[in-house]
């Protein structure tokens, strides 16, 4: 795998990226874990998730549990997949408990991105 060097924090990141989707893995929790371990066995490193979806945090939790956490990147998309207007989901409080939750309760320490959807922009509060 060929890694890249992401600015002034000395993480390298693999060339290649996993994006997670909780629904194309038919929210299947063991179908989860085997997708994000072979990705690790095979070098990769940055995951973006596209679902705070419990099981699925629960899944990546335990992956990610055999590797520090400084080599890994991971991204979170701001609002729940398949959602009809994601933008309502950027209001600041509801977005920071949110967020709270994620992290506290998946035990990944911190988000490294977090990704808006496009329409969203002009919802977002200064």
Not at 26 to 51: C, D, K, Q, V, W
Not at 61 to 77: C, G, K, N, P, Q
């Amino acid at each position: 795998m060929r890694y890249r060097p992401f600015g002034h924090s000395g993480q390298a990141l693999s060339a290649l990226g996993l994006n997670v989707s909780w629904a194309k893995l038919g929210r299947s929790r063991n179908a989860a874990t085997r997708l994000l371990n072979t990705a690790l066995e095979n070098g990769i490193n940055t995951f973006h998730l596209t679902s705070a979806h419990p099981d699925l945090l629960a899944a990546a939790t335990e992956t990610f549990a055999v590797v520090d956490r400084r080599v890994l990147f991971i991204s979170l998309s701001a609002e729940e997949e398949g959602s009809s207007d994601p933008a309502d989901e950027y209001r600041l409080e509801p977005l920071r408990e949110r967020l709270r939750g994620v992290i506290k309760s998946s035990g990944l320490q911190w988000i490294d991105l977090l990704v808006f959807h496009a329409n969203g922009f002009d919802r977002i509060p200064d």
